[in-house]
């Protein structure tokens, strides 16, 4: 039996009936589109979700938005929040739509999260080339923008026959679902073949099951791994996002409780262990607490679990010092097992490997004198921290106390996001996480832009899981800069976000950066251009972006934070009163750019000019030089 359909409708209905299956988890792994419509697929994608949601509204929701870079990031914020089991499609017309998705495409597959992209494509016939918005190469007629996809997506391929359909859709679930391979998958869609029509099979529509797979450690690399930690002294545990897809929180708890080794965190892997747990020492790597860094450093077994190794989480290959030390890298793809050389790779699932090397150490603790270090150093930087989140009084508060306050605010189980700037550092220090998904933070990418969109997407997925807790955004104004306009999804659509804004007039992160690296801060503060001497280094600080207004503009609720004494106790009122509020509220406090967090002895490389005339560069140059000496291969 088969039905005639546009290769949209067919592909719209084909979605619709794909389903997600982990362990006894099922869900729909495409729940719902976001489309910007343009002429490359009003007709197509476009005519295929209206005739969808006049005939049966639940079967493809449909979700406006107001910038496609934005869609993604949406549909990123639902996958992570989903444990990358359902994620959301995106549909955007030929040239400057489709070419808009980019970053996101980028930031999906750099942080191996699942994201559908449908972008549109001039002409498979090429009747009317070039038409509106079309790619010209003299050199070769049939590239186009959404070749520009092909680096940035796990998978790739263009529509160019309706009867081609079935094999790209299929071949695109097999990687979207896949825990090794996923990241953006995006299928170009001619604007012509979209409306085409072509017989369609009924199996194709049927109800379809992807079950996630959950590999177990191979017996060899299982004993050479338990040898290895068996073996070990002062062993050291990595957890990246990796334990939280695999929903491995539990099986790490109980394995670190039972053997006592030490736990730092990526950024993706925030929450796997609460901030108070005896063993999680927080943050590793360049922006890490002196605590695991510390420990990093002596350790003699990395246990790598879920991570990618990000030169933030080694700190630039500087974080561990050990001569000796080796790796058990333990991830589904083979890829990030086999990183830093090492020779003990686990390529696996990350609960199966847990609850396998508790079985297969039931005996093994670490020595009580490192215990003991592990809860000194422990107690060393909570002590830290406390001081750091503490209300200075200061007329500006700087940005940890203001963090110190939103937390004070916020509820165990909210979320809070963040992706650019230099929040991601002070948040991985500081930031007492309480619950596996109460901490995203998007750094693989790190994306100025992502917050307010990503946020969105976190709200959407906790929804459709009928969570209801509170999404806090927190974002600096150089990234509400960037991409607010989703705003106005979030008021059209009720999407309930607390938006905490704040002010450091410039790129706070970046200019502390520079200073570091002896360009003085050049370019990073928002002021009134120097005509003089062609450069904004002199002139007054800007002060005609109005963010209360801007925000208000959308149809937010706005709070205030006015500057002066006791600054820190109403933004904490502010977030209190933000949670309590029924629709999307901005907080808007002006902060000091020049408080920092604690040093948290981490070290990012950085590269400094190697000659200059400035005394600042020079300087910079030397310490640069002096940090490199301790970076290592890890051949482990």
Known sequence: MTRHMTVGQALVEFLAHQYTVDG?????TIPGMFGIFGH??????????????VNDPALMPYYQARNEQAMVHQAVGFSRIHRRRATLAATASVGPGAANMLTGAALATANRLPALLLPSDTFATRVADPVLQQLEHPHDLGVQVTDAFRPLSRFFDRVQRPEQLFSIALAAMRVLTDPAETGAVTIALPEDVQAEVIAVPEEFLQDREWHIRRPVPERWALDAAVAAIAGAERPFIVAGGGVLYSDAEDELRAFVERTGIPVGTTQAGGGVLDWDHPQYLGGVGATGTTAANRLAAEADVVIGIGTRYSDFTTASRTAFQNPDVRFVNVNVASFDAY?????????????????????????????????ERIAAEKQTWDAAVDSALAPTDADLPGQPEIIGAVQAASDPRDVVVQAAGSLPGDLHKLWRVRDPLGYHVEYAFSCMGYEIAGGMGVKRG??????????????????????HSELATAVAEGIKIVLVLIDNRGYASIG????????????????????????????????????????????????????????????????????????????YVP??????????????????????????????????????????????
Request: charged share 25%; aromatic share 6%.
């Open 512 to 587: 502390h950066l520079s200073e570091t690296v002896g360009s003085q801060r050049f370019g990073t503060r928002y002021r009134y251009l120097d005509p003089e001497h062609r450069n904004f280094e002199t002139g007054d600080l800007l002060d005609a972006v109005d963010f209360p207004v801007n925000a208000r503009s959308y149809g937010l609720h706005v709070i205030e934070v006015a500057p002066g004494a006791g600054a820190a106790a109403r933004v904490q009122d502010a977030v209190a009163e933000a949670k309590a509020h029924p629709t999307s509220t901005l907080v």
């Open 24 to 28: 006894d988890v099922r869900e729909r």
């Open 462 to 483: 906790l929804e459709a899981l009928g969570d209801n807790r509170d999404v806090i955004v927190m974002i600096g104004d150089g990234s509400y800069l960037m991409l």
């Open 591 to 636: 902060s000091d750019p020049f408080v920092y967090a604690p040093e948290g002895e981490g070290w990012w490389d950085v590269p400094v000019a190697a000659t200059s005339d400035l005394d600042s560069t020079r300087e910079a140059r030397a310490e640069y030089e002096q940090q490199q000496r301790a970076q290592r291969p890890l051949l482990g």
């Open 40 to 53: 490359g697929n009003v007709a197509g994608i476009g005519q295929a979700l209206k005739q969808a949601n």
């Open 339 to 371: 990183k830093h050389g090492t020779q003990l790779p686990v390529i696996a699932d990350a609960r199966e490997t847990l609850t396998a090397l508790a079985a297969a150490l039931p005996d093994y603790r670490v020595p009580a004198a490192h215990a």
